[in-house]
C-alpha cells in the first residue's frame, strides 16, 4: 500500500513526465508537424538539393579587376605592342554558337558599308575569331560596329581570351548607340518648349574595348604572346552588326608641353578675330536617350526662358554617370590655333570635383584632356579649357570638327574601387558575427569574438585602414571638408572602437548593418559626376569670353516675371489645351509625375489625334489624390459634375467604388472589349469586375518573386526553393548561420494555393469559414510564430548586409536592387515564388501584387471617343513606346511596368529575369472588390496580429475575422441596397 509521501512522489513525477511533454510537444512539433522521433538533421536534409545557385559570372572576388591584372603584368615587364595592327574580317569568325546552333548572318550595304558584316542577333550566344598576334606585348582590341535597332537600350557583350576572361570588367562591355533630338523644340499653346522626340541616329563606330563606368580614361590593354589566339564574344543583350576587329598598338597621349612644341615646329600661328558661339544643347549625337535638354531659369541662360520653359541647357544631373558622353560639331572659318571655354555649372558633389574626357575629332589631343576637371561652384561660370598656365590651344583647320565629352570618374576610381571592397569586407565580417551572436544578442553576455572569430582585430584594422585610404584620397581632391569626408570619418572611428574593445560588438550591430547601407550610398555618389552645359565658345587666343553670373538686378526681374505669370499660367495642364473647335476634345486626368503626363501628350500629339481626330486635354493629379479611404480629387470632381472624360492610373479599389456609385462606364458595353482585354493577365482583371460589369483597363501591375543572394547561398551549398517546404528547410540552415528569410506579411498566396479564397461565390460574404482558409492561415502564421522569422524588417537594406540572403518582395524592390545596390552587382538574382504541390504534382505559384487602373466616367459626353483613347493608350505598340520613351528620358529606375503582356516583353529585360516573370504570370491573381471590402485587409491584419503577436489561437482569430468582415459587407450591402450579390 502506497504511503502519503509515495503518493506525493508519485503525482509530482507524473506532472513532471506531463510538462516535459508538452514542452516536447511545443518546441518539436510545430516544425513541420513531423514524427517526434524524426531528427531535424533528417528532417532537413534536402536543404541541400535543391536547385544550385549558379554564381560564376561578374564576382568580383573571383576575378581581378582590370587595374590589379594591369599593375602585375607591367611588374613582369609588359610593354605596348610597337606600330602594330592586326585586322580580322568579321566574315573569317571560326564558329558561334546558341541553344538553337543559328549561324551568324553575312550582309553587306549595313549603313552604307560596302563590306560584308556579321549580323549577330540575341538568339546567338557566342561568337569566337582566330587572331595571330606577330609580338608579346599590350593591345587594343578594336571593333567596328554598327547598332542594329533592337530594344532601345545599350548593346552589352563580353570577350573572353582562349575561353578565359582577361579580367573583371571583361564580363560586360558596352557598345553604344548614337541618339539625338529628331527636330528642334516647337511651343505649345502656353508658349512652353516641348521636349523633341529621341530617335536613333546609327553609323559605322571604331570603338576601342574600355570600360562602361569610365573608370579608366585609356582603352583596355589586353597583353598578348606571339602567337595563335581565340577570340570569343558572348551575348548579353542587344543586336549588332561587326565589319571588322582589329588588334592594335595602344596611343601615347602627349602632354601639352609637348603638343605646344610641336605647335612651334610646325609654325603654327594664332587665329585672328575669330569667334564661334554654339548652344550646348544643340548635340550631333549622344550616347544615350536619357542625356537630354533641360530648363534653366536663370537670366543669362541662352535663350532666356522669361518666365517660361525654356529647353535652353543639356546634360545637368543626367549626365552624370562614367562613360556617357555628348558629341557636337561646329566650323571654322580659318586655319589657327584657337582656344575654347565653355558656360557650365558644377553644383553638385559637396565641393567635389566632376572629370570629363574631352576629344577633338576622335582622339584626346593632349594627357591634360583625359580626365579634365570642373571644380565645384555655386555659379553659372565660364571657362577655357586650361590650366594654371592659362587656355590651352587648339591646332583647328578650317572646316567642320567634332567635340566630344565623355564623363570619367577620375581619381575615384581609386576610392571606389576600395570602398567597394571595404563594403565586401564589411559585409563578411557582419555574416560572421551574426553567426555567433544572432541577430539579436544578449546585452549581458560577454561573446569573445576576438577569440572566437580568426583574424577579428586584424580585419576591423583592414577596414579602418581602407577608410583611411578614402578619406586621404577625397580630402586631397575637395576643396573644402566634403560630406562623404566626415562621414567616412565617422565610420571609421566606429570600427576603431571595434577594434580596441572588441566586447562592445554585439551593442553595436546594428551600427555595422547601418555602415553598409552609408557606404553604399556614398558608393552611388561618388561614380556620379553631373556637369551641365549652356554653350561653347571657339575663339582667337586674345578674345575674350562672355559674363556667365547674373547679377542681383537681372535675377530679381526674372523672378517678377515668373511671379506674374503664375497668375495666368495652368501649371496642372500638360501641353496645348483645347477647349472647343473642331472635332471632340476629351479631358484626360493622369495619375502620375509632370514627366510621365508630358510624354503622355507627345505621344497623343503625333499618334492619336492625327489617327483619330480626337484631341486631349492632360491634367496631372498627384498619386496620392487617385487613391482611396480618402476625399480625393476624382471623387469631389464626380460630386461637383466636374469629372474628366478618363482618368488614369487609378488604384485597383477604386474603380469598384465608383461602380457602386453608378459614376463610371461599365466597359462591356462596347463590342470590342473582349477582344481588348486579351493584352492583359485574367488575374489583373478581377479587381474591376463587379456586379456583371467591367469597369476599368489594367494599366500597371506588381508582383512578387523570390529574391537571394547568390554569394551568399553558394557558399553554404544552398539552392533556390521551388515550394514552400523547401523555403522552410533552408530556414534552419539561414539561422544557424545568425541569418535569416523574408517573408513579408502577405495572405494571397497562401490562401490561393491552398485553394481557398476571399469571399463566397456570391461574393457578398467572406470566404475565409472554410476548411482551405483556416490552413492556409495557420501556415502564413506557423511562418513568425514557428520558424520565428521577423516581422517587420528593411529586407533591401537586410540582402545588401547579407542578414537576409533570401527573401520574397515585388517589382519595386526589382529596379530597387538594379538601381541602387552597385556593390551586388552579379551577386543577386531572381526566382519565381515559392509554392504548393497539387495532387498532379504542377508547383502552384498563385499570387498577386498591386494593379492600377484607366476608367472612364459617365458624366463624358464622349464616351465613345474616351474609350478609343484607352484602347489606344493600352495597345501593344504604344505602351511599348511609351516605356522606352520614359526610361530613355528617365532612366532604368522608371523602367514602366505595363499591364500589357506583350508589350512588357518587348522592353530591355534581361533574359533570364524575363523567364522569371512569365513564369510568375502564369500564376498571377488579385483579390476581387466588393463594397465594404476595403476592411477584409484590414480585420485580416488584425487576426493575424492577435496570433502573431498576442498569442491568440489560430481558428479562434479567424474565426473572430469572419464575424467582423461579414459585418462590414452586410452595413455596406444594406447601405446602397444591393442584397446579395451575383457570382463573379
Known sequence: MLTTTDKKFRASKWKALLAFTVLFGLVVAPIGGADAAEKLADKYKDALKLKPIEFSTYSESQLPT?????????????????????????????????????????????????????????????????????????????????????????????????????????????????????????????????????????????????????????????????????????????????????????????????????????????????????????????????????????????????????????????????????????????DGLYKIGLKNGQWWGDGLPTYRKIELDGRVPFKELEEYAFPYAKEWRVSGLGDDQGDFLFYLTQGKHTLRMTAQLGPYRDAINSLSDTILAISELNRKIIMVTGTKPDMNFRYELDRRIPNLIEELNKITASLSYQIALLDGLSGKSAAVVQSLKSIRDQYESMASNPDNIPKRLDDITNTQGQLGNWLLSLKESPLVLDYFVVSSPDGKYPKAKSNFFQKTVSMTQNFFRSFSKDYDSVGDTFAGGEGPVIDVWI?????????????????FTPQTGIRVNI???????????????????????????????????????????????????????????????????????????????????????????????????????????????????????????????????????????????????????????????????????????PIEANFFNRMRSGEMPIGISNYATYVQFAVAAPELTGRWGIAPMPGT????????????????????????????????????????????????????????EARWNTANTEAFKELPWPKEDLATFEEQWKWYRE??????????????????????LSGTNPRES????????NKELLAKQEEFGIGTAPKQ
Open 66 to 334: 582590370y587595374a590589379a591584372v594591369l599593375k602585375k603584368q607591367e611588374e613582369k615587364g609588359g610593354k605596348n605592342a610597337d606600330n602594330v595592327r592586326v585586322e580580322i574580317p568579321a566574315a573569317g569568325f571560326a564558329g558561334s554558337g546558341s541553344g538553337q546552333h543559328a549561324a551568324p548572318e553575312l550582309q553587306a550595304g549595313i549603313g552604307g558599308n560596302s563590306d560584308p558584316a556579321v549580323v549577330w542577333k540575341e538568339e546567338l550566344d557566342w561568337i569566337e575569331w582566330p587572331v595571330d598576334v606577330p609580338a608579346d606585348g599590350f593591345y587594343n582590341i578594336e571593333v567596328t560596329y554598327y547598332p542594329i535597332a533592337g530594344k532601345r537600350s545599350s548593346i552589352d557583350r563580353s570577350v573572353k581570351i582562349d575561353d578565359e576572361f582577361p579580367f573583371n570588367e571583361a564580363q560586360r562591355l558596352t557598345f553604344p548607340r548614337m541618339w539625338a533630338d529628331q527636330a528642334e523644340p516647337v511651343r505649345n499653346s502656353q508658349g512652353d518648349d516641348i521636349r523633341p522626340k529621341q530617335v536613333e541616329v546609327p553609323h559605322w563606330e571604331a570603338l576601342r574595348l574600355t570600360d562602361n563606368e569610365g573608370k579608366y580614361p585609356e582603352p583596355f590593354r589586353f597583353y598578348l604572346t606571339k602567337g595563335s589566339h581565340k577570340l570569343r564574344f558572348d551575348t548579353i543583350k542587344e543586336p549588332i552588326a561587326i565589319s571588322k576587329i582589329a588588334l592594335v598598338s595602344p596611343e601615347t597621349v602627349p602632354s601639352y608641353e609637348q603638343v605646344k612644341q610641336q605647335y612651334e615646329q610646325q609654325g603654327y600661328r594664332p587665329a585672328e578675330n575669330q569667334t564661334i558661339k554654339f548652344q550646348a544643347e544643340k548635340v550631333a549625337y549622344k550616347m544615350e536617350p536619357t542625356l537630354r535638354r533641360e530648363s534653366n531659369s536663370d537670366p543669362l541662360v541662352e535663350p532666356a526662358a522669361h518666365g517660361n520653359q525654356r529647353l535652353n541647357v543639356i546634360g545637368d544631373y543626367r549626365w552624370r554617370k562614367g562613360g556617357q558622353y555628348l558629341a557636337w560639331e561646329f566650323e571654322v572659318p580659318a
Open 837 to 892: 504541390v497539387r495532387e498532379d504534382g504542377t508547383v502552384d505559384r498563385t499570387s498577386g501584387g498591386a494593379v492600377y487602373g484607366s476608367v472612364i466616367f459617365k458624366q463624358s459626353k464622349h464616351q465613345k471617343e474616351a474609350w478609343e483613347f484607352l484602347k489606344w493608350w493600352m495597345s501593344k505598340d504604344v505602351q511599348l513606346r511609351f516605356g522606352q520613351e520614359l526610361e530613355s528620358l528617365i532612366g532604368v
Open 958 to 965: 479567424i474565426e473572430q475575422a469572419v464575424k467582423d468582415i
Open 619 to 789: 491634367n496631372t493629379i498627384p498619386a496620392g489624390q487617385l487613391a482611396s479611404g480618402t476625399a480625393n480629387t476624382l471623387l469631389l470632381s464626380a460630386s461637383s459634375h466636374r469629372a474628366p472624360d478618363v482618368a488614369t492610373n487609378l488604384e485597383a479599389t477604386m474603380p469598384v467604388e465608383f461602380a457602386i456609385r453608378d459614376a463610371i462606364v461599365n466597359l462591356k458595353q462596347f463590342d470590342d472589349y473582349d477582344e481588348t482585354v486579351k493584352a492583359f493577365l485574367p488575374g489583373s482583371l478581377i479587381p474591376f469586375d463587379y456586379n456583371g460589369g467591367a469597369y476599368a483597363l489594367p494599366e500597371t501591375q506588381d508582383f512578387n518573386l523570390i529574391f537571394y543572394r547568390k554569394d551568399i547561398l553558394s557558399q553554404l551549398g544552398l539552392g533556390i526553393p521551388d515550394t514552400w517546404q523547401d523555403l522552410y528547410k533552408i530556414l534552419p540552415v539561414l539561422q544557424r548561420g545568425g541569418m535569416n528569410a523574408w517573408i513579408p506579411p502577405m495572405f494571397d498566396p497562401f490562401l490561393y494555393q491552398h485553394g481557398g479564397g476571399y469571399y463566397n461565390e456570391g461574393l457578398n460574404r467572406s470566404g475565409l469559414d472554410t476548411p482551405e482558409a483556416y490552413s492556409a492561415f495557420k501556415e502564413w502564421t506557423d511562418i513568425y510564430t514557428n520558424f520565428r522569422l
Open 591 to 607: 495619375g502620375n509625375g509632370r514627366e510621365w503626363a508630358e510624354l503622355t501628350k507627345d505621344l497623343i500629339d503625333e499618334e
Open 927 to 948: 483579390r476581387p472588390v466588393i463594397p465594404g471590402g476595403y476592411f477584409t485587409m484590414r480585420h485580416i491584419t488584425n487576426a493575424w496580429n492577435r496570433v502573431v
